[in-house]
């Protein structure tokens, strides 16, 4: 576990799950009850409603979710900062690197954080339409 | 399949919302329950469907105790009041999801649907989802996915509560047909005394939690309970008038506006007690000033319904009495009148506990009082 990603991922788990658990009991509780009961009475076990009603009713809060902890544990500083090795270092620490004792290298840091920024920036682009779909959702007898 | 409660109560935290409910309803057969809202209806019918568990009692279905039995094995079909389709899926999808669970094969599940779609007139909207569907639409989905998998019992929970005046005329017609043609056991939750009167075999009044009288629309009509089920049943509503019966040569009599009203024999035991005489507008009726027992009245407005004209008249006491009669025949405008009572269709009510005072002596829950 030391010196891995692996390690570092299972640490980000635990700033970022109570987030995730958060934001997505939100959107379970705002599925209307009635729904449920409907595919339950209409023959269907718990299992199956939870998969083929909750889970997608929810869909858009756990896209939201994973969005939001995706950028939570990208921008993390602190954990990695302390856990990772010289050679396992995520982008935020990484930039420390030009910082260096014969000056500081402007130019480099900024590339860094460009590169930093795509995936990031990609990610939220194509994730924004579940994210406004997600806020759309919840008309009862919609 | 027959369906028995057995003093079913339930509680949530320290609020009773149903006591001692009992009610039988023989196979086939159709149960409407009748309340204003918050009485427990609809709690009661999730009892039944198993998503909540009664506190005490006993639910059977077809002689089976439902006690931990789970929503989806107990063979309901169920239409809720805001519907509750599944918005993620087509018309057609959320029709046919009894059928699916059922495990019918694709070719069966298609006719299947597709039949009830046509009788219910939305197969041509079949591949829409819930939020592009009009209300009735709506309402007809929830309808089709109910009676989709043959359900043995059938709960249907205000059907028609959130639909348009015209459509729930429509369907007002139609529905007593397709739940004989299920021959489903049938309870049908409503608070529309016009749709409660039509479709039940029975009707039980639900207030407060607890039932308060079960009986064909007939028996609630002609004797109710008590003065609060009188009121809730018949348009216009029923006249109360405050009375104290007194016992005369001819047997006992209620005094209205210094007019004598004769009562039943048996009402003798509630003479000089306080009462409430019940009179429906159509057992009043304007009659010539010389008629005896006459009661001079001052009409006030008429309405003109449309099979029925209704007339606001007031005593010389200033008592408010409603009369209604059949559209066309004749009757004062306004000024000065004179009424007669139908004896007959008299109701005497206690005026404490508000309960009937039967005039046979057996009151409306069938003990002898």
Not at chain 2, 76 to 92: D, E, R, V
Not at chain 2, 150 to 156: E, G, H, I, S
């Amino acid at each position: 576990m030391a010196d891995t990603y692996f390690g570092l991922i299972w640490v980000y788990q635990l700033i970022v799950l109570p987030l995730i658990l958060w934001i997505v009991r939100g959107y379970f509780e705002d599925i209307p009850s009635d729904i449920e009961y409907a595919h339950r009475i209409a023959g269907h076990g718990f299992w199956s409603t939870f998969t083929k009603i909750a889970l997608p009713l929810a869909g858009p809060g756990i896209a939201a979710a994973g969005l939001l902890a995706f950028i939570f544990a990208w921008n993390n500083f602190i954990f990695a900062l302390v856990l990772a090795s010289a050679d396992k270092q995520p982008v935020t620490v990484g930039a420390l690197a030009f910082i260096t004792a014969s000056g500081i290298n402007y130019g480099q840091i900024a590339a860094g954080i460009m590169l930093s920024i795509a995936p990031v920036f990609a990610l939220a682009l194509y994730a924004q339409r579940y994210l406004v779909e997600g806020l759309s959702l919840g008309a009862v007898k919609g | 399949m027959s369906l028995r409660l057995s003093h079913v109560r339930k509680c949530f935290k320290d609020d009773v919302v149903l006591d001692d409910v009992c009610f039988d309803v023989p196979a086939g057969k159709t149960l409407v329950l009748f309340g204003p809202s918050g009485a427990g209806k609809t709690v009661l019918l999730r009892l039944i469907a198993g998503v909540i568990a009664p506190d005490a009692g006993e639910i059977r279905i077809a002689d089976r105790d439902m006690a931990g039995v789970e929503p989806e094995d107990r063979g309901i079909g169920m239409a809720f009041q805001n519907f509750a389709l599944f918005p993620h899926l087509s018309a057609m999808e959320n029709i046919a999801s009894p059928l699916t669970a059922q495990r019918k094969d694709k070719g069966a599940i298609q006719s299947g649907v597709q039949k009830l779609a046509r009788l219910l007139k939305i197969d041509h909207v079949l591949g829409h989802k819930p939020k592009e569907l009009s209300n009735g639409q709506k309402q007809r989905t929830a309808l089709a996915r109910a009676l989709a998998g043959a359900p043995r019992v059938l709960l249907l929970d205000d059907p028609l509560r959130n639909v348009d005046a015209k459509l729930r005329f429509e369907m007002r017609l139609e529905l007593p047909r397709l739940i004989k043609d299920q021959n489903a056991t049938v309870i049908y939750v409503t608070q529309d005394y016009k749709e409660a009167m039509a479709f039940g075999d029975e009707i039980a009044v639900i207030n407060d939690g607890q039932i308060q009288q079960i009986g064909t629309p007939e028996d609630i009509y002609l004797s109710p309970a008590n003065t609060d089920i009188a009121q809730l049943f018949g348009d216009p509503v029923i006249n109360l008038l405050d009375v104290m019966p007194r016992m005369g040569p001819a047997g006992p009599y209620a005094i209205v506006s210094d007019q004598h009203v004769a009562l039943s024999d048996s009402h003798s035991r509630v003479v000089d007690k306080p009462c409430v005489l019940g009179l429906r507008p159509e057992a009043l009726h304007f009659v010539d000033e010389r008629t005896p027992g006459a009661i001079p009245v001052t009409v006030e407005t008429e309405t003109p319904l449309n099979e029925k004209t209704v007339t606001l008249a007031m005593t010389a006491r200033g008592r408010e009495i409603m009369l209604s009669r059949p559209a066309g025949t004749p009757g004062p405008k306004s000024g000065p009148a004179h009424i007669g009572i139908n004896e007959a269709a008299a109701l005497l009510f206690d005026r404490e506990s508000k309960e009937l005072i039967p005039p046979n002596g057996i009151n409306a829950a069938g003990k002898v009082a």
